[in-house]
């Protein structure tokens, strides 16, 4: 089976920066996968990782680590609009899992 | 970007009667979507896929008589459920994936805006 964990939920200040935190156990590993999602809205792709090492896309950071079946998200410069559900998943071959999804609020 | 289309963005609807969504890949083609199924404050969770020109492929406890999938071409696939029970109600999103990209960027999926049905 397919288990992956984060926090539920999270609390940063403008400005800030925070990391989230995601560790899976999965039948296989095609890549890892963040998303954002607002309420009410589908997910957007953030960002994605395959190999080892960290991914750096603007304020947004990936990192993974295969051997711990571990990964990170760090949003960097927090803004008021970065509040959102960020939903980590893994591609089990062609599919997509997807964890619970961390819920961050961002406090002026 | 790719771009995905889902319609209807909303559906209310009666219990017992059958609703159809449809998504489309609008600026390429795909070969394999996919339909997952959101409550309120869950994560996402894959219903089934969905293959052009052959039989979806539906997860565990997922009954492929009530949500019926047709993948008739390249850029159009739709989810019907049928005799929708107010417990069918959420918010239903398709992804589809670029068949043609190569690199990275064939893995990712690019999501639909959604579907947000509701049964009375």
């Known amino acids: 089976g397919q288990n992956i964990d984060q926090p539920t939920e999270m609390t940063a200040t403008e400005g800030a920066i925070v990391q989230i935190n995601c560790t899976y156990q999965t039948s296989g590993f095609n890549g890892l996968f963040w998303y954002q999602q607002h309420a009410g809205e589908a997910p957007t792709f953030l960002s994605y990782n395959v190999l080892d090492g960290l991914e750096e896309k603007g304020r947004f950071s990936s990192f993974l680590s295969r051997s711990k079946g571990y990964s990170y998200l760090l949003l960097k410069e927090l803004q008021m609009k970065d509040s959102a559900s960020y939903l980590c998943?893994?591609?089990?071959?062609?599919?997509?899992?997807f964890g619970s999804g961390t819920q961050l609020t961002v406090l002026p | 970007g790719a771009v995905v289309s889902q319609h209807p963005s909303r559906v209310i609807c009666k219990s017992g009667t059958s609703v159809k969504i449809e998504c489309r890949s609008l600026d390429f083609q795909a070969t394999t979507m996919f339909w997952y199924r959101q409550f309120p404050k869950q994560s996402l969770m894959l219903m089934a896929t969905?293959?052009?020109?052959?039989?979806?492929?539906?997860e565990q406890g997922v009954e492929k008589d009530k949500f019926l999938i047709n993948h008739a071409s390249l850029t159009l696939s739709t989810l019907t459920v049928t005799s929708a029970h107010p417990e069918d109600s959420s918010f239903y999103i398709c992804?589809?994936?670029?068949?043609?990209?190569?690199?990275?960027?064939?893995?990712?999926?690019?999501f639909g805006p959604g579907t947000r049905l509701t049964v009375t």
């Open positions: 992804s589809a994936r670029d068949s043609a990209s190569g690199g990275p960027s064939s893995y990712e999926q690019y």
């Open positions: 969905s293959n052009e020109g052959s039989k979806a492929t539906y």
């Open positions: 998943a893994v591609r089990v071959r062609r599919q997509l899992t």
